[in-house]
Nanobody, 127 residues
Framework: QVQLVESGGGLVQAGVSLRLSCAVSGRPFSSLAMGWFRRAPGKDREFVAAIGRSGGNTGYQDSVQGRFTISVDNAKNTVYLQMNSLKPEDTAVYYC????????????????????WGQGTQVTVSS
């Protein structure tokens, strides 16, 4: 069973940076494509960023493009989401997701494509 454990959330002021981490266990990390999603208060969960298996292609939601960066550390079985220039509208619970895949390269931006989910970490950005 794959387990995903997020960390790094918190309460910050607008303009600062945070780095979220998601530690993966239970399956070879190199067999997984990874993604980050978020759910803001009163809204549906939405795609934020994703990366293909073994650090392949990356993709971002338009509103975070240029501010957020997704990356992986295969040695640590961890995926990161570096969030810069945070805005109040980034306030949400952030979820890490993993997809088992045999395909190198492509990333996945739909919830239904992912097999495993973390419990989420709260990010609150004050103005």
């Amino acid at each position: 069973q794959v387990q995903l454990v997020e960390s790094g959330g918190g309460l910050v002021q607008a303009g600062v940076s945070l780095r979220l981490s998601c530690a993966v266990s239970g399956r070879p990390f190199s067999s997984l494509a990874m993604g980050w999603f978020r759910r803001a208060p009163g809204k549906d969960r939405e795609f934020v960023a994703a990366i293909g298996r073994s650090g392949g292609n990356t993709g971002y939601q338009d509103s975070v493009q240029g501010r957020f960066t997704i990356s992986v550390d295969n040695a640590k079985n961890t995926v990161y989401l570096q969030m810069n220039s945070l805005k109040p509208e980034d306030t949400a619970v952030y979820y890490c997701a993993a997809k088992t895949t045999y395909v190198f390269g492509p990333y996945y931006n739909r919830e239904s494509e992912y097999d495993y989910w973390g419990q989420g970490t709260q990010v609150t950005v004050s103005s």
